[in-house]
Every structure is written in structure tokens, then in C-alpha cells.
């Protein structure tokens, strides 16, 4: 069995009886009933994930992953290619928005190459699982071969054990690279059946020519391919990046070793719901953080089933939006942990 289908097989739904318990614990805290609400939602999810009614406070990290795509160069990005490389060395010396976000939430940053065009050097805090130098230009042909799709994913998911390894209880996802919202369009467009004018955007902040000519390059890569919606590893290899494929590795990774992911914006949430189609049970692991001003994000949310936690007109990537969430996280946690109950703190309780 390979370590794919043998991950697959681990993944189990969230723990329904821990939730249920955990909500009758925050029922009999201070506070009218559900007054706290999707607060306690989130309390009771991350305990069935983690699969205890008494979680410790998270230890907190964050899978920022980046490659190029061959789709860049049909100009469907405000920005040149060799910008996914420069910002995977930004993040690795701390100048980008995710440093700041991270180091306030106080999670680790795990920063991945997995196939820019133009090979970084040698740089201790940039994890090398390059796949290729960035994916073929899918309006010719595959953007990957599934060999190379199942290879992300697999980097994906043997660094989501690790982590889970090194005990951290609590995994943020996001990615850095040109044109990727473009391969992120062309997946949701498949994989949720939705028109391609839905769910394809302004990316980068392109203007509404550009936007018309990815919306027509997505069209021919689709006309080019012919990717089966049914087999979701066809869809990857054909649409996908290898940034994409690895996220949705970690994210079946977690979901295997009890792990919730705190998912970012748009591309995550496309290499999420890569994750979930391979593995449905998965879709219980995931926290979603925001949604963003890209268009097709409300669609995968809903195809995900999930709703966010918040709206703050983001649409940078690079894990914020997970960053952002991981305070509510803790304050659930905290909610659960520290707040007295009606008897201990000697106040009546109402009852209903």
C-alpha cells in the first residue's frame, strides 16, 4: 500500500461523543447557555478532532508552500514568475506579513520549496521537496504527471507526521506562488462543477482584460485535459501546482494523525478540498479560517461544507488568514480550560 492510500485509510471523522460532552461542560461555565457561541463551536470541534474533552493549549504550526507553475506564462499574474522565488527567501529572513502574523500568534513557520523554476540556494530555514522546477503550462497539456501529484502529496503528509511527531497539536496551511490562482480557479471549477467565470478572480489585482484571458486559458486548459471529477488525483496532476498537492498532503497528514488544519484562503482552500475529495472523512480536521475577497472562495467554503470564522477582505495567502484564527483558537481552548463552573464559583445557574 502506498503511503497515500495507507494515510487515506487512517482518516476517521472527528470524535462526535467528545464534542457532545465538551458542549455539556461549557454549558455548566458562567454564562447563559451558547452565549459564547461559534466559540464554542470551535472549542468542541478541536476537542473531537484532538479526540479529548480536556485539550491542552496548542503548540502552533504554520506550512507555508511555494512553487512556480508553467500557466505563468500565459500573463494571467499582475506579477513576473521570479517573485514566488524571491518571497520564499523573504519569508525564510522574516520580512513578509506571515513572519509578523506567526510570531504574534506564537507558531512555528515551516517555510517548503516544492519546485520554483530557479532552484534557491542553500538557506536554513527554507525546507527543499522539489518536485520539478515549477509545473508544465497546463493549457498544452498535464501540469503534472501523477506520479509527480502523488509525490507532492506524500511530502505533504510525511511533514504533517512529523509535526504531529514533534507534538504540535495545531496546523496553519499556505502557499506562495505566481498564477496560482489560476490553477486554484481551474480546480474548483472542476471539482465543484461550477461555471469558470464563478469562481476565477482578480488573483494578483489583474484588470478585467486580464481576468477575461485567464477566464479563457482556465477554459482551454480544461478543453485540453479533460480532467475525470470523479478521480480527484486526475484533477490535481492535470490542474493542480505542487504547492497545492503538498498542502493538501499535510492536510490529509493531520487529519490522519488527529491534528486540526487551520486552513488560509482561497488556494488552500482548493488544495483542501483536493484533500477531501480524496478522503471525505478529512473534511472534519479542517478549520476554516476566512473568506476572501478572490471570487470562487465562497464556493469551495461550500463545497467544503464549512464556514469562516471570519471576513477581513484578506487576499494575500501565505497562511495570514490561518495565522489570524489561531488566537480564537486558543481563547476557545482557553474558555474550556479556565472558566468556572456554576458550583465551583457558587453562582445559580438558570438552568435552560
Same mark, same amino acid.
Do not use: W, Y
Given at each position: ?17 467528545? !464534542? ?21 463551536? @470551535? ?45 520564499? @527567501? ?28 530557479? !532552484? =534557491? ?11 520539478? $522546477? ?12 501523477? +506520479? ?17 511527531? +514533534? ?19 481551474? =480546480? ?23 481576468? $477575461? ?21 486526475? *484533477?490535481?496532476?492535470? @490542474? ?11 492536510? =490529509? ?8 488544519? *487551520? ?7 482548493? $488544495?483542501?478540498? *483536493? ?11 479542517? *478549520? ?6 478572490? =471570487? ?55 438552568? !435552560?
Amino acid at each position: 500500500m502506498t503511503t497515500l492510500a495507507a494515510t487515506i485509510a487512517q482518516i476517521r471523522e472527528p470524535d462526535r461523543h467528545v !464534542a457532545e460532552t465538551v458542549q455539556r461542560l461549557l454549558d455548566a461555565k458562567t454564562k447563559p447557555r451558547r452565549s459564547l457561541g461559534r466559540l464554542e463551536d @470551535l472549542a468542541c470541534q478541536i476537542a473531537a478532532i484532538r479526540g479529548t474533552t480536556a485539550p491542552e493549549p496548542a503548540r502552533k504550526a504554520i506550512v507555508v508552500m511555494g512553487a512556480d507553475h508553467g500557466v505563468a506564462a500565459e500573463g494571467v499574474s499582475a506579477f513576473p514568475q521570479e517573485v514566488t522565488r524571491q518571497m520564499l @527567501l523573504n519569508f525564510a529572513r522574516g520580512g513578509a506579513a506571515i513572519n509578523a502574523l506567526a510570531r504574534q500568534a506564537g507558531a512555528r513557520l515551516i517555510v517548503v520549496d516544492m519546485g520554483v523554476v530557479t !532552484a =534557491l540556494p542553500d538557506e536554513p530555514d527554507i525546507r527543499a521537496c522539489r518536485i520539478a $522546477a515549477g509545473t508544465q503550462c497546463f493549457t498544452r497539456g498535464p501540469a503534472m504527471t501523477r +506520479d509527480q501529484a502523488i509525490a507532492a502529496l506524500e511530502a505533504g503528509i510525511a511533514l504533517a507526521g512529523e509535526l504531529a511527531g +514533534d507534538g504540535i497539536t495545531l496546523v496553519g496551511i499556505g502557499e506562495m506562488g505566481i498564477a496560482n490562482t489560476t490553477a486554484a480557479s481551474a =480546480l474548483a471549477a472542476v471539482l465543484t462543477g461550477s461555471p469558470i467565470d464563478a469562481v476565477t478572480g482578480r488573483g494578483t489585482g489583474i484588470s478585467d482584460a486580464v481576468i $477575461a484571458h485567464k477566464r479563457e486559458v482556465i477554459r482551454r486548459a480544461i478543453e485540453t485535459n479533460r480532467p475525470d471529477p470523479g478521480d480527484p488525483l486526475d *484533477v490535481l496532476a492535470k @490542474l493542480g501546482g505542487f504547492e497545492i498537492a503538498g498542502l493538501a498532503g499535510v492536510a =490529509l497528514g493531520c487529519a490522519a494523525a488527529g491534528v486540526p488544519v *487551520v486552513v488560509d484562503g482561497f488556494i488552500s482552500g482548493a $488544495a483542501a478540498l *483536493v484533500a477531501v475529495r480524496l478522503a471525505p472523512a478529512a473534511a472534519g480536521a479542517l *478549520v476554516c479560517s476566512h473568506c476572501s475577497l478572490e =471570487l470562487g472562495h465562497r464556493i469551495v467554503l461550500a463545497a467544503l461544507d464549512r464556514k469562516p470564522l471570519f471576513e477581513l477582505e484578506l487576499r494575500l495567502g501565505e497562511a495570514s488568514g490561518a495565522a489570524l484564527a489561531m488566537p480564537l483558537i486558543d481563547a476557545a481552548l482557553a474558555i474550556l480550560r479556565d472558566m468556572a463552573t456554576f458550583d465551583a464559583a457558587e453562582v445559580t445557574d438558570s438552568g !435552560a
